[in-house]
């Protein structure tokens, strides 16, 4: 199933990534799509935000991976960053494969550098920048998938 969203400021993309957050159950990986600049680091935010974890989100350029977790929270959210992954064996090198579990949520950036690796049920979020706060957020879910039909933000 297919979801568009428009967002009109990078408060509106948190908004929008709250609802997701909400919805998201452990094991779910969220492939997102889009250039510098497009707000995957902003829509994180609002996801954490969302599943209880807090607003402190940064960019996993350069750590390749970020966790966030709480002691209260049933789940956590592990934040990579592929933009430098390049091959199976780097992929391994980034502790990918060990998070897969049912209490994490995986939100890869620049996943299309993996995308054979990732599971088919993977959740894609493809961000298009339409103007420097204006974007359109395309989310897509496996057949049947249907906990993102009734957002609204």
């Excluded at 998201?24 to 609002?46: E, F, N, P, S």
């Excluded at 706060?133 to 249907?146: A, P």
Aim: proline share 2%; net charge negative.
């Amino acid at each position: 199933m297919n979801y568009t969203f428009r967002t009109a400021s990078p408060e509106e993309t948190i908004a929008l990534g709250r609802e997701i957050g909400r919805r998201l159950r452990g094991g779910d990986v969220l492939a997102y799509r889009g250039g510098l600049g497009a707000g995957k680091t902003t829509i994180t935010r609002g996801i954490s935000e969302g599943m209880g974890l807090g607003d402190e989100v940064t960019s996993p350029t350069f750590a390749l991976v970020n966790e966030y977790r709480k002691v209260d929270c049933k789940l956590s959210l592990i934040h990579f960053d592929m933009y430098r992954i390049t091959s199976g064996e780097d992929l391994d090198t980034t502790g990918f494969f060990d998070y897969m579990d049912d209490d994490a949520v995986l939100a890869v950036e620049w996943s299309e550098n993996i995308e054979d690796d990732l599971p088919d049920s993977s959740i894609i979020i493809t961000i298009n920048r339409l103007s420097d706060s204006e974007r359109e957020l395309i989310l897509e879910t496996c057949d049947g998938d249907d906990r993102f039909e009734d957002i609204s933000y």
